[in-house]
């Protein structure tokens, strides 16, 4: 038995059974110790974002880590930009990150990198292991760290000397439990206190409180205190739909945001931290709350958030027959017409299945699908956590390897989706269950909007030339038929409603290039 | 003027005259800069990779930074592996990487994470802007950054406050020249004085030298003395085909690189480093010269190299009308039968036009190219010089941005073609006249020998799963024509040789899609 060995060994003892995994030459050992593991479900990404993409989906999905594995620094800093999504989303995250042997590293052979300056952006936890012998212990506490509440970026260095040295007579480690903490009942009892009192109060959920059971609860809490139920504008997961409590989100621009907490006198913050502005502008607040705001922090970082939530029910002593006030099944009509965002919208409140995971990466154009589905079958809802466009298809992929039996629906921008398109070829080995939806408006729209807001007018050549995607204009079906995926085009209402009910009725993945109309590209 | 304006004021002030771009919503100041100033190119690329890549290629061909555009820690991240390159291949860039506004950093937005960090180990140089007024000389301080002999990666951070600050009053500054240093007559001598001794030397050169001029020189000093001339394994630029100076390049196999020297006695070094092995392997030593190998460094980093080997030439009192030795025009026949990569080599060997700018990723499929075309017609050979792969597509994208009158030939990898395809649209979009070959041999070839080399034999289901690209087979024709790249598919020798002919022909971008047989899969 080597190092790769024993680490594959202790990553199987502790339930870490999907590796996600882009390897090179310096990880070879490890490959070979994964090939003699069957257990083991390797997952090839033909780039390093759709590997920890696809990580950060499957640990929203079960709540527990997949491994990465990554080549070198620059294989990291490939998938950079979704750990830091990851990391918002507070998904649980093990990468292994190979280097070259230790003796290697003094030679500055041209793949050699300062991993760790790379890796501490993204990760809570980063650790260089120091040998072969080392490897259980250092990989059961790479676990323990990813595992801590409410979920964490943990990477470990696997120097290749390391992994191809013997170990002998080692055992293979369990990771410790890391059990959420135990809110503060003082806090709880302030935040009931408060809700008492009156006056305009919000309650912020986030994180594991935004499930169907506290949200049930939150739902009775409101409906006994007057309180509203907001969640921060992007969320990792929120389990809404019909028979689910619904929460309005923090809205995107400023001034909506403002206007939105303008009479607000108390926020009650569970999981969440004070809203703030996604970015600054000239002249424009970056805290959303009025400057009077109370705000009551009910919970700590690593608290149990559905325990919260059920201590602070406790704690008002609600009338147990007091109804939770879940949204009702609403009957939306099949769009006609013009292509738009709110069509498809409406044909996806219509359409959607029991219990489908819709991500969501579709930036301007899918505002409208929050709305609209309220009272459609109930659905996870993932979304970009981060900011780091790139992840709706891989985080999608997770999703759909994380829960083989329930329908994935990717609401996917197409300017973000050209940044980890790659995800496509995966889904299409894998056989993974998405339908993706690319909103086709042909140019990064948010950012028109923005150079508006700046007072730069319209985009002349150089601004147009940096934010429009129609010269030459992306052909989605080509791009996903060239890697193994099918696809069709939509134009109207009524032929996207048509190929979105026949993809929903298959198995495996699907795209669907819906071409927005002239006046929704925006 | 703002802060913003400023910038890009001194950009043009300091013919920085082309930007790479990919910017969001706090870069959107700059981008309304670039639009009130035509005389900047600005080129989207779709993914932050190939905005680096390109800056890459266009600084190899011109010896000059371009600007990059990239949006904040995330959108750096996305770009690092190519600056990773860029840094291993000496080549100038000025990075500006924008950031939340000052104030809005300890708000931790969601896209706030710590670009510092993140910068530093792909980059020589990182400055944050303090203020508006600073923004001309840091801006000027950062092309002299870049510009510093061989060629240095500067990463200039821009919070979006120093950008939409107002500025009056500030004169726009001129980045001091950075001239190469003067070699050191002593070290000229002592290199010379080895070459009179006698006995087996080689002479490794690296960076300019590799230049026509100077591998001239370097063929009469070669002649005169008996030395062999080398370049590294990988090189950012070597001007090479007939009538110019050969050189071998040291074996990527440690065990054929160990062969290559171990009967020499001495090696000088220009602009080079002693070679090391690319990666570790157990019991396989990292340096690859013999312990009794004598070393001479006959340059510092900052050196003249051109001028330094007219020194030892001028030191050696070589007889002026030596000849170089170059290479004399080769008449290959075109290649017939099975599709190989030593019949596409032939082909290129044949078909390529003067001064054609050859960009090489093509990994085990390309190492007969080298071979094949020392009699070819003179060209330029770009190389991945720093094993981040990924590079190819952007790097023919900037090589053709800077040399619009010639011909980029790109021969790419299937596998690490996957990692930054997006640069495919780019080249649509600039009508970027490159011809790219995929070797499609549906797998990282280069993995499964190296899963072999560690004594796994060949790779199960895991390891096969993490190798091999075949299951779905990726479609080259139908990806690039989905970013508007023609393409078609070649399966016989004379079928590619067809195509390339008919590629070579037209101007703009094509790609030949080379389906490798069986036997060369590998």
Redesign the interface.
């Known amino acids: 038995m080597n190092g790769a060995d024993l680490l594959c060994e202790t990553l199987l003892a502790n339930d870490v059974d999907v590796c996600f995994?882009?390897?090179?030459?310096?990880e070879?050992?490890f490959?070979?110790a994964?090939?003699?593991?069957?257990r083991?479900r390797?997952?090839?990404g033909?780039?390093e974002?759709v590997v920890t993409g696809a990580a950060d989906g499957y640990a929203r999905m079960t709540g527990r880590p997949a491994a990465t594995?990554l080549h070198l620094?620059?294989?990291l800093?490939?998938g950079?930009?979704n750990l830091?999504n990851a990391r918002?989303a507070a998904s649980p995250v093990v990468n292994i990150v190979g280097d070259?042997?230790s003796?290697?590293l003094a030679?500055?052979?041209?793949?050699t990198?300062?991993?760790e300056?790379?890796a501490?952006?993204?990760s809570h936890w980063v650790h260089r292991i120091g040998s072969a012998g080392a490897i259980g212990e250092d990989t059961a506490r790479a676990i323990e760290a990813a595992r801590a509440e409410p979920g964490r970026i943990a990477t470990l260095i696997l120097p290749?000397?390391a992994a191809?040295n013997a170990v002998a007579g080692v055992a293979v480690p369990k990771a410790r439990p890391r059990p959420p903490a135990s809110p503060d009942p003082a806090r709880v009892a302030r935040a009931a206190q408060a809700l008492r009192s009156g006056g305009e109060t919000v309650i912020l959920l986030s994180g594991k409180a935004l499930r169907a059971g506290p949200l049930a609860t939150a739902g009775r809490i409101a409906r006994a205190t007057g309180a509203r139920l907001m969640a921060q504008q992007?969320n990792a997961r929120i389990e809404r739909g019909a028979g689910r409590v619904a929460v309005e989100r923090v809205p995107y621009r400023v001034d909506q945001a403002l206007a939105a907490f303008a009479p607000v006198g108390r926020v009650i913050l569970v999981g969440a931290?004070a809203p703030?502005?996604?970015?600054?502008y000239?002249g424009k607040p970056?805290?959303m709350l009025p400057p009077a705001c109370e705000v009551i922090a009910m919970t700590t970082e690593d608290d149990d958030l559905a325990l919260a939530v059920e201590m602070l029910a406790g704690a008002l002593d609600l009338p147990r027959d007091l109804d939770a006030g879940a949204a009702r099944r609403g009957e939306a009509a099949l769009p006609r017409g013009a292509l738009t965002p709110e069509a498809i919208a409406r044909a996806l409140a219509r359409l959607m299945p029991e219990n489908a995971i819709v991500c969501d990466e579709s930036v301007t154009s899918g505002r409208d699908f929050f709305r609209h589905t309220e009272g459609a079958a109930p659905h996870d809802f993932l979304q970009l956590?981060?900011?780091?466009i790139?992840v709706g298809l891989p985080l999608a992929l997770g999703a759909a390897i994380a829960c083989p039996d329930r329908k994935v629906v990717l609401l996917q921008a197409d300017?973000s989706g050209?940044?980890t398109?790659?995800a496509l070829?995966t889904q299409?080995?894998e056989a993974a269950d998405v339908v993706t939806i690319v909103f086709a408006n042909r140019r990064y729209a948010?950012?028109h909007a923005?150079?508006r807001?700046?007072?730069?007018g319209a985009?002349?050549?150089?601004?147009g030339?940096?934010?429009d995607?129609d010269?030459?204009?992306?052909?989605?079906?080509?791009?996903a038929?060239?890697?193994?995926v099918e696809a069709a085009r939509a134009e109207t209402a009524e032929a996207f409603a048509d190929l979105l009910a026949a993809a929903l009725a298959r198995r495996g993945p699907f795209l669907i290039e819906a071409v927005l109309q002239g006046g929704d590209r925006g």
């Open positions: 995994a882009n390897p090179g030459t310096s070879m050992h490959v070979a994964l090939d003699r593991r069957p083991m390797c997952v090839l033909l780039f974002g594995l620094g620059p294989g800093a490939n950079l930009a830091h918002r070259h042997a003796h290697h030679l500055d052979a041209p793949l990198s300062d991993i300056s790379l501490r952006p993204m290749a000397d191809w992007s931290r703030v502005a996604f970015f600054a000239p970056g805290g956590s981060g900011g780091a790139g300017g050209m940044y398109l790659q070829w299409a080995r948010i950012l923005e150079l807001a700046v007072g730069a985009a002349g050549r150089n601004a030339r940096m934010l995607l010269d030459p204009e992306l052909d989605w079906v080509r791009l038929g060239g890697m193994g």
